[in-house]
Structures are given as C-alpha cells and as structure tokens.
C-alpha cells in the first residue's frame, strides 16, 4: 500500500484534487436548489408545491448513475457536448438537492406556525419572513441530517468514475488496472475517502454544539 501511494501519489492527488473539487460545488448548488425547493414545498401555490413534489419524488427514486448518465451521454448526443467532470458534478447536484430539499422541508414544517404568523403581523412578507425567520430556524433543527447528506454526497461522488470524472475512484481504477493490486490499491482509496470525511463529519458535530449553546 505504501509502494502504490509513493509511486502513484501525483496520480492520487490529482484525483484526491477533482473529488474536492466536484463535492465542494456538488455541496454549495445542491443546497442553494434544495432549500429552494423545500421552500416551494411549503408554499402557498399549489402549481409550485407541485413542481418542487415531483422534483424530489423524481429524483429521490432514481439511481444516482442514470442522473449522471443522461448527462453524459444523452446530452451530447443531442444538444451540446460536456465532459465527464462536468456532467458528473450536474448529476450529482441535482440527485442530492432532491434529499436536501426534502430533509430542509422538514425543518420548515418543524417550526411552529407562529413564528411566520409573528413575522406576517409585524409586516414583513411571507418571502421576507421565510428568509429571515423561518428558514434560520429550520436549518438548526436541520442540521444533523444535512450534515449526513453532504457526507453522502462525497462518497457519491466516486460515481464520476464511471463517466472518465478524473476523481479518486476513476485514479484508482487506473492503477489497479496497472498494477493489478487490487486489494491495497481500493483499501488505499477508501482511506484517502476517510482523510475527506471524517473531517465534515466532525465540523458538522462541532456546528450542532455551538448552535446547541447559543440556543
């Protein structure tokens, strides 16, 4: 295993590189669109509960790989070329704001009505009470399960290896392929995932203690 990360460590570094890369803009849009469309789940028009429902039934019950897959193949083949990173980082965007959406949606229902009854009655609009009343609320409820998504999100993220993604998994595959050191070589990558997650995993347990005090 150490032979395989001192002789390939350009290698894993580049894919170490593209794996934070595609999570970090996976994670910022996704919960930009989730939390957009939580709050259309929860609005008052029913034409835009209906889209943002069947936005997240859609998706939430897809295989990720078919989400990246249109956009790898079907994409180019009949509107515009795009490559493996790219349609992989959109793929992945869209399949996990369907799980945030839902998981912030149930932050807002979590609320109690009065909070947005209590920013209505002293003036503001039902956006401006969202925004400012509503949704800072539901995100500390929140943010346990968000936390999980964005893990998820970076394991997820190996499925750009099957589209030529350049990202750890797809570097792996390489040089077991050359090496034909399987087992070192996968236990290597997933200790690399490791050096990625479990740090998310403690900052969001760190974020949770301090909104804890603060409440």
């Known amino acids: 295993m150490i032979t395989i ?32 469309f ?68 149930a932050g807002i229902i979590s609320v109690p009505k009065g909070q947005m009854e209590a920013g209505l009655s002293t003036g503001f609009t039902y956006n401006q009470a969202m925004r400012y009343i509503v949704l800072p609320q539901a995100f500390k409820i929140v943010i346990p399960p968000l936390g999980n998504q964005f893990i998820n999100l970076v394991k997820n993220s190996s499925v750009l290896a099957m589209v030529a993604g350049l990202d750890l998994m797809y570097q792996g595959d390489l040089i077991a392929s050359e090496t034909f050191n399987t087992f070192d070589t996968y236990i290597l990558i997933g200790l690399i995932y490791l050096v990625i997650t479990l740090p ?14 603060k409440a």
């Open 5 to 36: 990360f001192t002789n390939y460590s350009d290698i894993l570094f580049e894919g170490f590189k593209y794996t934070l890369y595609s999570s970090f803009i996976a994670l910022f849009l996704s919960l930009i669109v989730g939390t957009l």
């Open 38 to 105: 939580a709050i259309c789940q929860v609005s008052q028009k029913k034409i835009l509960r209906g889209i943002a429902t069947a936005y997240v039934e859609f998706f939430r019950n897809i295989p990720l790989l078919i989400v990246v897959m249109f956009f790898y193949v079907v994409v180019p083949l009949y509107w515009f070329q795009i490559d493996g990173f790219t349609a992989g980082t959109i793929g992945l965007t869209i399949y996990t704001s369907a799980f945030i959406a839902e998981t912030v949606r």
């Open 200 to 213: 998310l995993t403690y900052l969001m347990a760190y974020i949770e203690r301090r909104l804890e005090i």
